[in-house]
């Protein structure tokens, strides 16, 4: 199994453009994460999902934010506009819910110029 | 609400010597706590939970509910130790992490 995959590693684009950042969770989990990482807040959550639905969204900072997942094996964050200040690494991680142990992704280099 | 507090963003230490890693939690109800860690290169993954109360790579962690703290500890630091590491916090399904504390140990 080659884990949780992220894509794409790296994504320099400028302000004002769409960004998409794509998650493939390992097959069988049921819960999916999105997770935004910064030098000065660490890893926040931004959104859960449960068996493709969204339980809490309340970590997606603003509504240029959103987070979707059409199936199981599949998930997308997008942020539209972009702007500098959410230049990060974003990471996907996945369980299976009664196992507490998450599996992350290599996460996404996000600079937004 | 529910918080993990990591003081440190650095730590230095030099090998063979003690290491402590800070955490404390914000939880009205009764905690889940573990500790990842991000190698360089390497994906973030969990190294330890309270509720096994294992010894991982030769790092304990002990929840003192009193204190309402989960410090990561190990008697004797190796190079290989050096990394990211992250106090979490699970509520429901959810995983609340701290900010991180960047261990660095010097030959």
């Known amino acids: 199994d080659a884990g949780v995959i992220q894509s794409p590693r790296h994504e320099v684009t400028e302000m004002g453009q769409e960004v998409t950042l794509r998650c493939k969770p390992i097959?069988?989990?049921?819960?999916l994460f999105w997770y935004r990482q910064t030098m000065m807040r660490g890893l926040e959550l931004l959104i859960y999902?449960?068996?493709?639905?969204?339980?809490?969204d309340s970590g997606m900072p603003e509504d240029r934010f959103s987070a979707k997942m059409p199936n199981a094996s599949f998930s997308t964050l997008k942020i539209q506009p972009s702007e500098p200040r959410d230049s990060a690494v974003y990471f996907c991680?996945?369980?299976?819910?009664?196992?507490?142990?998450?599996?992350f992704g290599s996460g996404t280099q996000l600079s937004v110029l | 609400a529910q918080r993990v507090t990591q003081p440190e963003k650095l730590l230095s230490v030099f090998k063979g010597a003690p290491v402590e890693l800070k955490c404390n939690y914000s939880?009205?109800?009764?905690?889940?706590l573990f500790w990842y860690v991000q190698y360089s290169r390497q994906r973030l993954q969990l190294l330890l939970r309270?509720?096994s109360r294992e010894s991982i790579k030769g790092f304990t962690a002990d929840l003192n509910k009193g204190e309402t703290s989960f410090h990561l500890k190990k008697p004797f630091a190796q190079e290989e130790d050096s990394a990211m590491y992250y106090c979490a916090l699970k509520v429901a399904y959810k995983y609340i992490f701290g900010t991180g504390t960047r261990l660095k140990v010097l030959a």
């Open positions: 097959s069988g989990h049921d819960y």
């Open positions: 939880y009205s109800g009764s905690p889940e």
């Open positions: 991680a996945s369980n299976f819910g009664p196992n507490e142990k998450l599996f």
């Open positions: 999902f449960n068996n493709n639905v969204p339980i809490d």
């Open positions: 309270h509720i």
